[in-house]
């Protein structure tokens, strides 16, 4: 199984492409790397994608990483 990050494989396919055979949209994907998301595209032998994310956990988004900040202050 080989492991290619989202935007090295964008790069090479393109975003059209690449969401197509993952089964989302171009927008989905563009979102995803203007975020700059820690996804990494598996390519089994058989041609088959599949997408995983890597992020921390616990994970907190945007909205909740400003909500904690604001009591770090006091």
């Keep these: 199984m080989k492991k290619i990050s989202l935007s090295d494989y964008v790069k090479n396919h393109g ?3 690449t969401a197509k055979r ?3 949209t171009q927008g989905a994907i563009s979102k995803a ?3 700059e998301r820690n996804i990494y595209i598996y390519n089994n ?3 088959k994608l599949r997408a995983v ?3 921390p956990f616990p994970f907190l988004s945007n909205h909740k990483l400003r909500e904690s900040r604001k009591y770090d202050d006091k």
């Design 15 to 17: 975003q059209y492409k």
């Design 33 to 35: 790397l203007k975020g």
């Design 22 to 24: 993952l089964g989302l």
């Design 53 to 55: 994310e890597i992020r």
């Design 45 to 47: 032998n058989k041609g």
